[in-house]
């Protein structure tokens, strides 16, 4: 039997729409083994047939590997489902590693090869980066058709939590919310944003970050799925110490702090959902 | 008489629109001297009235130093004007160093406080950044009104070419010509590109930068000013070593390369207007 993690992740982080990705210290866990048929337990029985992504994954490793076999997993899905939390990235990824540990013997795939296959299922790569890579990853798919990933370290001054709500919300759904267009002012001012805001992660400088986390893309057109938005963002943001993100297409939130108590000291009162407040470390 | 230099610079740099500037080892000299009443010699006469923006950088950098008094200034302007080239940021930078070098005494103000006041009398950073600090910068103005920049070194690996023409384009009209709207896959994809273009030119990853170089903020819309722009851009990236980009707001055009002989091979054969050739090197 062998064990690994793979962590939740949160995509976007403000103004890297499709491109930014965060890794947390709070992961999923998987026990594999061989197995003569495939065999999915611990997560909820939806999840294990065999079009289950976590099989796709497996199959489309295999397959690179030009190996044949199947598998036995078993994992609690610790990062919960449809919250924006790549609960979907890090199943693949895991898949992938599946076959990869279980059948790659001398000849194992590099994560960078893994990252193309999980990539090409997950059809964006900016949760699958950093769920590979750890830390805060940039990804794009190049014109060769290849997935490229940066990753940044982020800096020890940043405190990060999650708001977690008892709701969930549907990727398709926050898709089709964004505008077919963006005002110039808008589309420009992402380009200095995206940028500086890895600038400002890195760095840890609080008060561009409080400039440059601002996005126009996705965020003003999400926050409306997301009960208690706007209470919670006054909140978090009242004492000047805090900004408030979505995370991926929510519903979760990401708050990041430069003061090591915010989470300690946050209370949120008034909501219509549950909230769960979960202080984050960011994965290396 | 005191001496120093200015660089030339090229704002947006692609997908970095408003953002991104470039400096390089091509320079204004300024000769300077204590001087009752101001004379500015060496250039063109059209820019020696108490309006042009030398006098005034000066005069604004003065009330900041709470000094009053005049100076004589000598500048051969070496960077063509109107040509998307940073040469009314050089002169501006050039105004306020003056008031700086011959009356600031023990109190001189430090690179960031002449940037803010440069970037205001420019009311864009993007040139003055670069002018300033050397390098690569990307910078903005931050909720707070203050000017902020972020320098970057750029990689050996890649090569740098002008080439200048023997018109010029207005940076009013250039700008005019940019739409109102932008599709949303256009404005998220200036997102990762503008933010992987920093790693490209830092990395001289080639094979990155030849995807992530690709605006669609400003260049579809400008070229049409530019006589000549198609067939130098079939030219230029006709051998996949070399990719081209607009400086500025144009009509100069800025090739990069990861060939150290490409500015050497290269003929521009059968184009309307003259262009000069020019390699340049990133300025530290």
């Not at 808008?186 to 409080?210: P, R, W, Y």
């Amino acid at each position: 039997m062998i064990k690994f993690k793979v962590p939740a992740t949160s995509a976007n982080v403000g103004p890297g729409f499709d491109c930014f990705g965060l890794a947390y210290s709070f992961c999923n866990e998987y026990k594999i083994e061989k197995s003569e048929k495939m065999i999915i337990e611990g997560c909820d029985p939806a999840f294990t047939g065999k079009d289950n992504i976590f099989n796709v994954a497996f199959l489309e490793t295999m397959k690179k590997l030009n190996k044949k076999g199947s598998f036995h997993v078993y994992y609690k899905p610790t990062i919960p489902t449809s919250r924006g939390l790549g609960s979907s990235a890090s199943v693949i990824v895991a898949g992938c590693k599946t076959a990869n540990l279980l059948y790659g013997g001398l000849k194992k795939l590099s994560d960078d090869e893994i990252f193309q296959i999980a990539s090409k299922i997950e059809g964006h790569p900016d949760n699958v980066a950093p769920a590979i890579f750890g830390g805060l990853t940039a990804s794009t798919k190049l014109d060769s058709g290849i997935f490229y990933h940066k990753k940044y370290t982020v800096s020890k001054k940043l405190y990060f939590t999650v708001l977690i709500p008892n709701f969930k919300t549907s990727t398709e759904m926050a898709r089709k919310l964004l505008p077919k267009n963006y005002k110039k002012n808008e589309a420009v001012t992402m380009l200095s944003h995206s940028t500086l805001m890895i600038e400002a992660l890195q760095s840890g400088d609080f008060n561009l970050l409080k400039t440059v986390c601002k996005d126009y893309i996705h965020e003003p057109y999400r926050k409306k799925l997301i009960k208690d938005y706007d209470l919670i963002k006054k909140t978090v943001e009242k004492n000047g110490d805090a900004v408030l993100l979505i995370s991926g297409s929510g519903p979760t939130l990401l708050t990041i702090s430069n003061n090591k108590d915010f989470a300690k000291n946050l209370k949120l009162k008034g909501t219509k959902a549950l909230w769960i407040i979960k202080p984050m470390k960011v994965a290396k």
